[in-house]
Protein backbone atom coordinates (compact mmCIF):
# COMPACT_ATOMS: atom_id res chain seq x y z
CA UNK A 1 0.00 0.00 0.00
CA UNK A 2 1.39 3.42 -1.04
CA UNK A 3 0.47 7.15 0.48
CA UNK A 4 -0.59 9.58 -2.23
CA UNK A 5 -1.85 12.81 -2.17
CA UNK A 6 -4.17 14.11 -4.62
CA UNK A 7 -4.70 17.98 -4.87
CA UNK A 8 -6.52 17.99 -8.29
CA UNK A 9 -9.39 15.86 -6.82
CA UNK A 10 -12.12 15.97 -4.09
CA UNK A 11 -10.32 13.54 -1.83
CA UNK A 12 -6.71 13.34 -0.26
CA UNK A 13 -4.23 10.77 2.15
CA UNK A 14 -1.67 11.81 4.21
CA UNK A 15 -0.21 11.39 7.16
CA UNK A 16 -1.35 13.17 10.21
CA UNK A 17 0.41 15.40 13.01
CA UNK A 18 -1.30 16.61 15.77
CA UNK A 19 0.12 19.68 17.37
CA UNK A 20 0.18 20.76 20.72
CA UNK A 21 -3.11 23.29 20.77
CA UNK A 22 -5.08 19.97 19.60
CA UNK A 23 -5.63 20.04 15.18
CA UNK A 24 -3.55 18.34 13.06
CA UNK A 25 -2.43 18.87 9.66
CA UNK A 26 -1.72 15.67 7.02
CA UNK A 27 1.65 15.79 5.61
CA UNK A 28 2.83 13.74 2.74
CA UNK A 29 5.69 11.75 2.43
CA UNK A 30 6.62 13.42 -0.85
CA UNK A 31 7.52 16.25 1.11
CA UNK A 32 9.39 14.46 3.39
CA UNK A 33 6.78 15.60 5.52
CA UNK A 34 8.22 19.13 6.08
CA UNK A 35 4.71 21.51 6.55
CA UNK A 36 3.63 23.02 3.37
CA UNK A 37 0.94 25.58 2.07
CA UNK A 38 -0.40 22.06 0.53
CA UNK A 39 -1.21 20.41 3.63
CA UNK A 40 -5.03 19.73 4.25
CA UNK A 41 -6.09 20.56 8.18
CA UNK A 42 -8.24 18.67 10.44
CA UNK A 43 -9.79 20.23 13.60
CA UNK A 44 -9.44 19.83 17.09
CA UNK A 45 -12.74 18.42 17.12
CA UNK A 46 -12.30 15.50 14.41
CA UNK A 47 -9.32 14.27 15.96
CA UNK A 48 -11.22 14.26 19.18
CA UNK A 49 -14.04 12.36 18.31
CA UNK A 50 -12.31 9.89 16.66
CA UNK A 51 -9.14 9.99 19.33
CA UNK A 52 -6.51 10.22 16.35
CA UNK A 53 -3.13 9.94 16.74
CA UNK A 54 0.09 11.52 15.26
CA UNK A 55 1.38 9.01 12.79
CA UNK A 56 -2.63 7.67 11.33
CA UNK A 57 -2.31 7.57 8.01
CA UNK A 58 -6.24 9.49 6.88
CA UNK A 59 -8.00 9.46 3.87
CA UNK A 60 -11.05 11.67 3.06
CA UNK A 61 -12.95 14.55 1.02
CA UNK A 62 -11.51 18.54 1.14
CA UNK A 63 -12.73 21.24 1.40
CA UNK A 64 -10.49 23.99 -0.41
CA UNK A 65 -9.73 27.07 1.44
CA UNK A 66 -12.12 29.97 1.38
CA UNK A 67 -12.89 32.98 2.74
CA UNK A 68 -9.15 33.95 3.99
CA UNK A 69 -8.47 30.27 5.13
CA UNK A 70 -5.31 29.03 4.96
CA UNK A 71 -5.51 25.57 4.12
CA UNK A 72 -7.74 22.99 2.70
CA UNK A 73 -9.66 20.92 5.36
CA UNK A 74 -11.09 17.71 5.58
CA UNK A 75 -14.93 17.57 5.40
CA UNK A 76 -14.97 13.75 5.98
CA UNK A 77 -12.50 11.18 6.97
CA UNK A 78 -13.47 8.02 5.09
CA UNK A 79 -10.72 5.50 6.17
CA UNK A 80 -7.91 5.55 9.25
CA UNK A 81 -4.95 3.44 8.94
CA UNK A 82 -6.80 1.68 5.45
CA UNK A 83 -9.89 1.00 7.97
CA UNK A 84 -13.38 2.53 8.63
CA UNK A 85 -13.02 5.11 11.02
CA UNK A 86 -15.16 3.55 13.51
CA UNK A 87 -12.77 1.24 13.87
CA UNK A 88 -10.42 3.73 15.82
CA UNK A 89 -11.93 3.34 19.40
CA UNK A 90 -11.12 -0.84 19.13
CA UNK A 91 -7.28 -0.33 18.75
CA UNK A 92 -5.00 -1.35 21.50
CA UNK A 93 -2.66 1.96 21.48
CA UNK A 94 1.27 0.52 20.98
CA UNK A 95 2.82 1.12 24.59
CA UNK A 96 -0.37 -1.05 25.60
CA UNK A 97 1.20 -4.00 23.30
CA UNK A 98 3.10 -7.15 25.06
CA UNK A 99 6.55 -7.33 23.11
CA UNK A 100 7.98 -10.79 22.65
CA UNK A 101 10.94 -12.16 20.89
CA UNK A 102 10.71 -11.93 17.07
CA UNK A 103 9.64 -15.47 15.93
CA UNK A 104 8.97 -15.49 12.32
CA UNK A 105 11.76 -14.67 9.55
CA UNK A 106 12.49 -11.48 7.31
CA UNK A 107 13.88 -13.97 4.59
CA UNK A 108 16.26 -11.80 2.17
CA UNK A 109 17.51 -13.93 -0.24
CA UNK A 110 16.33 -13.48 -4.12
CA UNK A 111 19.14 -14.48 -6.52
CA UNK A 112 22.10 -16.51 -6.32
CA UNK A 113 24.27 -13.48 -7.04
CA UNK A 114 22.97 -11.72 -4.15
CA UNK A 115 25.58 -12.86 -1.41
CA UNK A 116 25.31 -10.13 1.08
CA UNK A 117 21.78 -11.35 1.88
CA UNK A 118 22.46 -14.91 1.44
CA UNK A 119 25.17 -14.21 4.11
CA UNK A 120 22.63 -12.41 6.53
CA UNK A 121 20.00 -15.05 6.11
CA UNK A 122 22.28 -17.67 7.16
CA UNK A 123 24.94 -15.69 9.97
CA UNK A 124 22.43 -12.85 10.64
CA UNK A 125 18.66 -14.09 10.66
CA UNK A 126 16.61 -10.89 10.64
CA UNK A 127 13.32 -11.60 12.05
CA UNK A 128 9.42 -9.77 12.64
CA UNK A 129 10.29 -7.24 15.20
CA UNK A 130 13.89 -7.44 15.09
CA UNK A 131 16.00 -4.33 16.99
CA UNK A 132 19.29 -4.67 15.17
CA UNK A 133 22.67 -2.33 14.93
CA UNK A 134 24.87 -2.46 12.15
CA UNK A 135 27.94 -1.36 13.70
CA UNK A 136 29.86 0.58 10.62
CA UNK A 137 33.15 2.65 10.57
CA UNK A 138 33.03 4.74 7.31
CA UNK A 139 33.25 3.48 3.84
CA UNK A 140 32.85 0.12 4.68
CA UNK A 141 29.63 -0.56 2.91
CA UNK A 142 26.81 0.12 5.31
CA UNK A 143 24.47 1.81 2.39
CA UNK A 144 24.75 -0.87 0.01
CA UNK A 145 23.78 -3.22 3.10
CA UNK A 146 21.16 -0.97 3.74
CA UNK A 147 20.25 -1.46 0.29
CA UNK A 148 20.51 -5.21 -0.27
CA UNK A 149 18.10 -5.21 3.14
CA UNK A 150 15.36 -3.52 1.33
CA UNK A 151 15.26 -4.83 -1.40
CA UNK A 152 15.35 -8.54 -0.01
CA UNK A 153 12.19 -7.00 2.07
CA UNK A 154 10.47 -5.27 -0.72
CA UNK A 155 10.85 -8.23 -3.02
CA UNK A 156 9.80 -11.70 -0.17
CA UNK A 157 7.43 -9.30 1.67
CA UNK A 158 5.78 -6.98 -0.25
CA UNK A 159 2.76 -6.84 2.52
CA UNK A 160 5.16 -5.31 5.12
CA UNK A 161 5.49 -1.44 5.25
CA UNK A 162 9.34 -0.77 4.35
CA UNK A 163 10.24 2.75 5.53
CA UNK A 164 14.11 3.75 4.66
CA UNK A 165 14.88 7.08 6.81
CA UNK A 166 18.12 8.95 6.19
CA UNK A 167 19.36 11.44 8.95
CA UNK A 168 21.62 14.06 8.45
CA UNK A 169 22.55 12.19 5.09
CA UNK A 170 24.24 13.99 2.10
CA UNK A 171 21.71 14.72 -0.99
CA UNK A 172 23.48 12.58 -3.29
CA UNK A 173 22.72 9.72 -1.20
CA UNK A 174 19.28 10.00 -0.70
CA UNK A 175 18.82 10.83 -4.36
CA UNK A 176 20.82 7.03 -4.58
CA UNK A 177 18.90 5.69 -2.39
CA UNK A 178 15.65 6.88 -3.54
CA UNK A 179 16.44 5.29 -7.10
CA UNK A 180 17.26 2.19 -5.48
CA UNK A 181 14.53 1.80 -3.00
CA UNK A 182 11.39 -0.04 -3.88
CA UNK A 183 9.71 1.76 -0.74
CA UNK A 184 9.10 4.41 1.36
CA UNK A 185 12.33 6.69 1.69
CA UNK A 186 12.56 9.74 4.00
CA UNK A 187 14.90 12.16 4.65
CA UNK A 188 16.56 15.19 6.53
CA UNK A 189 19.89 15.96 4.98
CA UNK A 190 22.79 17.91 6.59
CA UNK A 191 22.26 21.30 5.27
CA UNK A 192 18.84 20.95 7.52
CA UNK A 193 18.21 22.32 11.50
CA UNK A 194 18.32 19.07 14.02
CA UNK A 195 14.75 20.20 15.20
CA UNK A 196 14.05 19.20 11.40
CA UNK A 197 15.85 15.73 12.04
CA UNK A 198 13.86 15.32 15.11
CA UNK A 199 10.69 15.92 13.42
CA UNK A 200 11.20 13.45 10.36
CA UNK A 201 12.04 11.11 12.96
CA UNK A 202 9.49 11.07 15.20
CA UNK A 203 6.75 11.34 12.79
CA UNK A 204 8.10 8.07 11.06
CA UNK A 205 7.73 6.60 14.15
CA UNK A 206 4.35 7.54 15.14
CA UNK A 207 3.28 6.05 11.87
CA UNK A 208 4.84 3.06 12.28
CA UNK A 209 3.24 2.69 15.62
CA UNK A 210 -0.04 3.13 14.37
CA UNK A 211 0.18 0.92 11.57
CA UNK A 212 1.19 -1.57 14.00
CA UNK A 213 -1.65 -1.33 16.45
CA UNK A 214 -3.47 -2.51 13.35
CA UNK A 215 -1.69 -5.41 13.25
CA UNK A 216 0.71 -4.38 10.07
CA UNK A 217 4.26 -5.09 9.99
CA UNK A 218 6.79 -2.63 9.32
CA UNK A 219 10.44 -2.15 8.76
CA UNK A 220 12.21 0.93 9.30
CA UNK A 221 16.01 0.85 7.92
CA UNK A 222 17.56 3.77 10.01
CA UNK A 223 21.00 5.65 8.86
CA UNK A 224 22.14 6.67 11.09
CA UNK A 225 20.71 6.35 15.43
CA UNK A 226 24.11 8.11 15.96
CA UNK A 227 23.54 11.36 13.48
CA UNK A 228 20.04 11.11 15.32
CA UNK A 229 21.36 10.88 18.74
CA UNK A 230 23.53 14.10 17.71
CA UNK A 231 20.08 16.02 16.58
CA UNK A 232 18.43 15.48 20.14
CA UNK A 233 21.80 16.44 22.16
CA UNK A 234 22.25 19.49 20.35
CA UNK A 235 18.48 20.22 20.64
CA UNK A 236 17.70 19.08 24.26
CA UNK A 237 17.73 21.47 27.38
CA UNK A 238 21.42 21.96 29.06
CA UNK A 239 21.10 19.59 32.02
CA UNK A 240 24.75 20.72 33.48
CA UNK A 241 25.29 17.53 33.28
CA UNK A 242 27.72 16.59 30.31
CA UNK A 243 29.53 13.30 29.97
CA UNK A 244 32.31 12.59 28.02
CA UNK A 245 32.29 13.38 24.64
CA UNK A 246 30.01 16.28 24.96
CA UNK A 247 26.70 14.56 25.39
CA UNK A 248 24.30 15.91 27.92
CA UNK A 249 23.17 13.67 30.10
CA UNK A 250 19.41 13.58 29.40
CA UNK A 251 20.07 13.65 25.37
CA UNK A 252 20.45 9.95 25.15
CA UNK A 253 16.64 8.99 26.77
CA UNK A 254 14.75 10.11 23.30
CA UNK A 255 16.76 8.33 21.18
CA UNK A 256 16.89 5.70 23.12
CA UNK A 257 12.97 5.51 23.21
CA UNK A 258 12.87 5.90 19.63
CA UNK A 259 14.82 2.36 19.33
CA UNK A 260 13.55 1.07 21.87
CA UNK A 261 10.20 1.06 19.73
CA UNK A 262 10.97 -2.12 17.56
CA UNK A 263 9.37 -5.55 18.78
CA UNK A 264 7.44 -8.38 18.12
CA UNK A 265 3.98 -8.03 19.18
CA UNK A 266 1.48 -10.47 20.93
CA UNK A 267 -1.49 -9.04 19.47
CA UNK A 268 -0.02 -9.60 16.14
CA UNK A 269 2.04 -7.24 14.04
CA UNK A 270 5.61 -6.33 14.59
CA UNK A 271 7.73 -3.12 14.05
CA UNK A 272 11.51 -4.02 12.39
CA UNK A 273 14.35 -1.67 13.24
CA UNK A 274 17.68 -2.15 11.62
CA UNK A 275 19.49 1.11 12.46
CA UNK A 276 23.46 2.18 11.60
CA UNK A 277 26.01 2.84 14.47
CA UNK A 278 28.97 4.84 13.69
CA UNK A 279 32.71 3.83 15.03
CA UNK A 280 35.79 5.18 14.66
CA UNK A 281 34.79 8.06 13.12
CA UNK A 282 37.29 10.27 15.05
CA UNK A 283 34.63 11.70 17.16
CA UNK A 284 34.43 11.19 20.80
CA UNK A 285 30.87 11.70 21.61
CA UNK A 286 30.00 9.06 18.09
CA UNK A 287 31.94 6.19 20.15
CA UNK A 288 30.28 7.36 23.55
CA UNK A 289 26.90 7.15 21.37
CA UNK A 290 27.26 3.66 20.18
CA UNK A 291 28.61 2.40 23.79
CA UNK A 292 25.48 3.29 25.20
CA UNK A 293 23.25 1.78 22.51
CA UNK A 294 25.60 -1.47 22.57
CA UNK A 295 23.50 -4.03 24.32
CA UNK A 296 20.32 -2.69 23.72
CA UNK A 297 19.42 -4.43 20.09
CA UNK A 298 18.94 -8.27 19.99
CA UNK A 299 20.95 -8.10 16.31
CA UNK A 300 23.98 -6.89 15.87
CA UNK A 301 26.28 -6.65 12.49
CA UNK A 302 29.75 -5.78 12.58
CA UNK A 303 31.33 -4.54 9.43
CA UNK A 304 35.31 -4.53 9.31
CA UNK A 305 37.13 -1.71 8.03
CA UNK A 306 39.91 -4.04 5.91
CA UNK A 307 37.08 -6.20 4.79
CA UNK A 308 36.33 -3.26 3.10
CA UNK A 309 39.65 -1.84 1.92
CA UNK A 310 40.27 -5.51 0.35
CA UNK A 311 37.03 -4.97 -1.37
CA UNK A 312 35.46 -7.82 0.05
CA UNK A 313 31.56 -7.26 0.60
CA UNK A 314 30.23 -7.70 2.30
CA UNK A 315 32.47 -6.82 4.65
CA UNK A 316 30.71 -9.03 7.88
CA UNK A 317 32.68 -9.53 10.38
CA UNK A 318 31.40 -12.98 11.34
CA UNK A 319 32.35 -13.64 14.43
CA UNK A 320 31.19 -10.46 16.13
CA UNK A 321 27.56 -10.62 14.32
CA UNK A 322 24.66 -12.97 15.18
CA UNK A 323 21.21 -12.40 16.56
CA UNK A 324 19.91 -13.46 19.52
CA UNK A 325 17.16 -16.57 20.16
CA UNK A 326 18.02 -17.01 16.27
CA UNK A 327 16.72 -20.76 17.24
CA UNK A 328 13.36 -19.06 17.34
CA UNK A 329 13.98 -18.06 13.36
CA UNK A 330 15.74 -20.99 12.09
CA UNK A 331 14.39 -24.55 11.22
CA UNK A 332 16.89 -27.26 14.07
CA UNK A 333 18.12 -29.00 10.61
CA UNK A 334 19.31 -25.91 9.86
CA UNK A 335 20.44 -24.10 12.66
CA UNK A 336 22.49 -27.52 13.21
CA UNK A 337 24.12 -27.13 10.36
CA UNK A 338 25.04 -22.98 10.60
CA UNK A 339 26.57 -24.29 14.27
CA UNK A 340 28.77 -26.36 12.10
CA UNK A 341 29.62 -23.47 9.52
CA UNK A 342 30.60 -21.45 12.69
CA UNK A 343 33.17 -24.25 14.35
CA UNK A 344 34.45 -24.23 10.96
CA UNK A 345 34.66 -20.43 10.29
CA UNK A 346 35.51 -19.17 14.32
CA UNK A 347 39.55 -20.04 13.98
CA UNK A 348 39.65 -17.84 11.34
CA UNK A 349 40.65 -14.39 10.43
CA UNK A 350 37.70 -12.10 9.66
CA UNK A 351 39.10 -11.47 6.27
CA UNK A 352 39.87 -15.46 5.68
CA UNK A 353 36.65 -16.29 6.89
CA UNK A 354 34.82 -14.43 4.64
CA UNK A 355 36.70 -14.86 1.28
CA UNK A 356 36.29 -18.58 2.34
CA UNK A 357 32.31 -18.35 3.13
CA UNK A 358 31.53 -16.29 -0.18
CA UNK A 359 34.06 -18.81 -2.38
CA UNK A 360 31.54 -21.61 -1.44
CA UNK A 361 28.38 -19.82 -1.16
CA UNK A 362 29.21 -18.25 -5.08
CA UNK A 363 28.97 -22.69 -6.13
CA UNK A 364 25.75 -22.66 -4.49
CA UNK A 365 22.64 -21.67 -5.96
CA UNK A 366 21.22 -20.83 -3.06
CA UNK A 367 21.12 -21.49 0.59
CA UNK A 368 19.49 -24.47 0.73
CA UNK A 369 21.54 -26.36 -1.23
CA UNK A 370 24.52 -24.53 0.37
CA UNK A 371 23.57 -25.94 3.88
CA UNK A 372 23.11 -29.49 2.12
CA UNK A 373 26.98 -29.24 1.63
CA UNK A 374 27.94 -27.86 5.59
CA UNK A 375 28.43 -31.32 6.39
CA UNK A 376 31.19 -32.03 3.50
CA UNK A 377 32.52 -28.60 4.13
CA UNK A 378 32.96 -29.49 7.96
CA UNK A 379 35.50 -32.78 7.09
CA UNK A 380 36.67 -30.97 3.53
CA UNK A 381 38.15 -27.95 5.48
CA UNK A 382 39.39 -29.34 9.02
CA UNK A 383 43.22 -29.67 7.83
CA UNK A 384 42.83 -26.36 5.54
CA UNK A 385 42.11 -24.21 8.87
CA UNK A 386 44.19 -25.93 11.30
CA UNK A 387 47.15 -25.01 8.50
CA UNK A 388 46.31 -21.81 8.33
CA UNK A 389 45.39 -21.23 12.28
CA UNK A 390 49.81 -22.36 12.44
CA UNK A 391 50.61 -19.91 9.73
CA UNK A 392 48.74 -16.87 12.16
CA UNK A 393 50.19 -17.90 15.29
CA UNK A 394 53.51 -18.22 13.83
CA UNK A 395 53.95 -14.76 12.46
Not at 123 to 148: D, E, F, S
Not at 244 to 260: M, T, V, Y
Amino acid sequence: MTIRQMRDSDTTEGILEKLPDGFGFLRTPASNYVPGPKDVYLSKTQIKKLELQTGDIISGQVRQARNGERYASISRIDTVNFEPPERVHQRLLFENLTPLYPDKRLSLETTSEDLSSRVLDLMVPIGKGQRGLIVAAPRTGKTMLLQNIAHGVATNHPDAHLIVMLIDERPEEVTDMQRSVHGEVVASTFDEPSQRHIQVAEIVLEKAKRLVEHRQDVVILLDSITRLARAYNSTIASSRKVLSGGIDSNALQRPKRFFGAARNVEQGGSLTMIATALVDTGSRMDDVIFEEFKGTGNLEIHLDRKLADRRIYPSIDVQKSGTRKEELLIAPDQLQKIWILRKVLNPLEPQECMELLLSKMAKTKNNEEFLASISKMNGANTNTIENRSRRTRGR
